[in-house]
């Protein structure tokens, strides 16, 4: 039995060219979605049911333009986009901006009984575990640690906010998933502080963004699901 039926829904995925991002329009994709994919970078999709907008997703005025270009309601929308470059300052400046930006813009864009997913961390959650990084791999800085832990509230105050819209605001705090840029030393050091004793695969993100992509979490809002295999629990 097909539990989540997305087959028509209007998804669109904020940051669709990342890592996390080409797996969630895979999941969607599966789903027969109609879906717009907001990203940095020009990615092809070999399917007529997919748009690609090109933006400067650190470009405020780049960002207020968005929904003129999706002429349709949203049924969802996820953001998994992150500034990783620049001054610490401005990240601070811009990813505030854009993140309020962004969830004000599209609120007119969305139906009612429609969902937002904000994509957080583990780091979120809990500090890092400095000493199983090594200098190949990229180690979270402060500014990332506050930029997800703030992910929590940000997602109370717009669930409060969009109320009366009937838009859900929730987040998931995903644990690690494996890259070919990461140290054997992390990977194995990882793993063991997981009660899975694996890293994350695509396959756990699929039911925990259906799951509050649907209408099965309509009593969900303003909240946090973490899934990090129990990496937090150390």
Not at 27 to 54: C, D, E, G, L, T
Request: proline share 2%.
């Amino acid at each position: 039995m097909n539990y989540f039926n997305f087959k028509n829904k209007n998804v669109v995925i904020v940051g669709g060219s990342g890592k996390f991002g080409q797996h969630i329009v895979e999941i969607f994709k599966n789903k027969n979605a109609n879906i717009s994919v907001i990203s940095r970078k020009k990615i092809f999709y070999k399917s007529r049911k997919i748009k690609n907008y090109q933006i400067n997703l650190e470009n405020i005025n780049s960002i207020k333009k968005l929904p003129n270009k999706i002429n349709k309601k949203i049924d969802v929308l996820i953001n998994c986009s992150i500034n990783r470059g620049g001054n610490i300052l401005e990240k601070y400046k811009i990813d505030f901006l854009s993140e309020n930006i962004l969830l004000n813009s599209f609120q007119t864009k969305m139906k009612k009984n429609s969902s937002i997913i904000l994509l957080s961390s583990i780091y979120g959650e809990n500090i890092p575990k400095l000493d199983i990084y090594t200098e190949k791999d990229i180690i979270p800085d402060a500014y990332y640690v506050h930029l997800k832990s703030g992910y929590k509230n940000l997602c109370k105050y717009y669930a409060k906010i969009f109320e009366k819209k009937k838009i859900r605001v929730n987040s998931i705090a995903f644990g690690g998933m494996k890259s070919k840029k990461m140290s054997q030393f992390f990977y194995k050091n990882y793993i063991k502080l997981t009660t899975a004793k694996r890293m994350m695969l695509k396959k756990d993100l699929e039911l925990p963004i259906l799951f509050l992509s649907s209408n099965f979490s309509e009593y969900v809002n303003g909240s946090t699901l973490v899934v990090d295999g129990g990496f937090s629990c150390r």
